[in-house]
């Protein structure tokens, strides 16, 4: 494939890494500097197209290409600039307030008992003038009644904010991150009363009505169905609810390869698109029948979009698939990969975050892999079988989609399904089944034997697809887990895949070179970091908010001390992440009153003996009583909320750190760090900080 036939892709390559700078870089100061340059280029790039022939440009047509990659480069910084919703000197974060008035922007969830939701700032009030601002702010309500709050309610909240919190440990999930990505940057708490409903139906009209009608199809299929698994797989997969999917749900399916299915997207409108494009296919017969059939399908994508509630992959998914359409109608040959690339580029103009988004990047690199990969690996086998050839076809699909996403799931889910073609193979039928049944069955509700008949086919295939894929999920070596990319790691995984796959695609022997080198690289890589941690052993005093958590590493083992269950949230979002990061094989779970007696570790009572470092735990069953001599620690963690202070701690414990851990009261805290500040004493608070990992040898 030459370049001319793809320019829209050449194009998009110097805007996708002019976003991606500026995603690093997004200070409203670079703006000036980059908006002058843009107009120069511009102005440069016009003058030499006006002059081409005088000039003799056309001798050096790479001096075009230079400077019009140069104005789509800073296009792109300055459209993520520009939409950093900080840059605006009118956000609420920047302007004195006691209230603000907000509007819901999204659909409010209810989940544990807390209503969460995001809202755009319309005013900022303080003592009683007001003042226009804006900002998105992501608010929590601890109130069974603000259940009944919908899109487009808006609310008089106190301007009590706060920034959102970073991950506090080591390889946790940074939603600090996720919600700027959003456009987030901070949230506030709320409780009854503390919160005014001003009034309903501020917000856009077609939204509005979309989520209500999403509400309604919701309610249609609790009415039929029974098993509340089908009902939350039902609106997940047709349209786009998740708020009742439970988490083992989930989990069967990210562990067998087919959580894209619960995410609305391109294969579920494909499915539609290939259903319209059968039942429209009479009216190509006619003179106009193509562009009616073009305009009938661009409007029922549409309709269906509107049906999931505008969700961003659906709506991604319904802008590429128009696209697809529209150049089908109007031309006999289309490049899908100049198709794709326009598609990307409309809603990266959009809205230029998206290319953060996971789903984004998952969803457009599955497509191009199905375009440039899936032909080569169908050239692998010949059948001459026709059914045989089929499901090598569809072997193939899966293969090319899997291949070209592996390096980023990996890098951003840490496991891969190994039976990921037998699982994609087995729901493809199934996928169809409940995409077809359950439209028709929202279509034709109201017709009583029909609808019922409709609900039970639709119940009996998920419950059939969930079972399979349970199965399969609890097979042996169902995944492989702990795979922590580098940045440099899933970059070199590209790079190998890319130089392997044109090389059995063009047969040239550099490629072959450059994939070798790749690999090579990458066991290194690979190689080093697990020698390390196999090699290496530390304490790591975790930041678990009110809890309390050590990991005592030693090469591949681990020691966890904690008052969590291993079957807490908190414990799978705070602690396994980063045994995990660590490589850890077998961690064993202790609690803190437990005494143990390992090679590497020793503990009695509060004195735990780790290799080379000591540390006293100090709670408030730690006696105290005064000691013959003063006892010698590397480390003296406070915890539970003792009733102490420094100057008793330190007539008995001789020690080189002080830690204090988030289950201590603010007040106890506060009291420690001071002194510790007046007596010049080493501390670490954990509460609201980042852990401390100390090296043992």
Known sequence: M???????VILLVPFLLGLAVGMQLMSAAYLPILAIAFICLSIVFIALNLNYQRLVIYKARWIGGLLMGMILFSAGWISVISYNELNNRHHFSKIQAQYLAVSINNEPQLKNGLVRFTATVRQSINRRQTADANGTLLLTLKDSDAIALQYG??????????????????????????????????????????????????????IA???KLRQQMVVLFRQKLHDPNAIAVASTLILGYKADLSNDVLQTYSKTGTIHVLSVSGAHVAIIYLLMQWMLSFLNRYKYGRHLKMTIMILLISYYAMLTGFSPAVCRAAVMISMIIIGQTFTRHISMLNILAISALLLLLYNPFFITDVG?????????????????????????????????????????????????????????????????????????????????????????????????VLEKSILLMNKALSIIEHAPFASINKIWFTTAEYLLTYALIISLFYFLYDK??????????????LCVSISVKRYRADNSSSVAFLNLRKNTGMVFKNGDKAVVLTNLADTDKNYKYSIQPYLDSCKISYAELYPFDQSISKKYLKKQGGFIQFNNKKIMVFNRQTPSLQLPEKLKTDYLYITGNPYIDLNIINKNYDYQTLVIDGSNSGKLIDQLEQQARAMHINYSVLKRNISLIAVSN
Not at 174 to 191: D, E, G, S, T
Request: proline fraction near 7%.
């Open 2 to 8: 030459h370049k001319g036939e793809i320019p829209v």
């Open 153 to 206: 309610d808006e609310l008089l909240v106190p301007a009590s904010y706060t920034p959102v919190d970073p991950p506090f440990n080591p390889a946790e999930f940074n939603y600090k991150k996720y919600l700027a990505h959003q456009n987030i940057y901070y949230q506030v708490f709320l409780f009854p009363g503390q919160y005014k409903l001003l009034k309903h139906n501020t917000g856009n009209a077609f």
């Open 209 to 211: 009505y979309a989520l």
């Open 360 to 456: 984004f990047q998952l969803s457009y690199l599955s497509v191009v892999g199905l375009i440039v990969l899936q032909p080569v690996v169908y050239a692998w086998f010949k059948f001459k079988n026709k059914w045989a050839d089929k499901l090598w076809a569809l072997c193939s699909v899966s293969i090319a989609a899997q291949v070209i996403t592996f390096p980023l799931s990996a890098y951003y889910f840490h496991q891969f399904p190994v039976y990921f073609l037998l699982s994609n193979l087995l729901i493809i039928i199934p996928t169809m089944v409940i995409m077809y049944s359950g439209i028709t069955y929202l279509l034709l509700a109201w017709v009583p034997g029909l609808s019922t008949a409709l609900a039970w």
């Open 508 to 521: 040239k022997s550099w490629l072959l070179k450059l994939s070798m080198a790749c690999l090579f690289l």
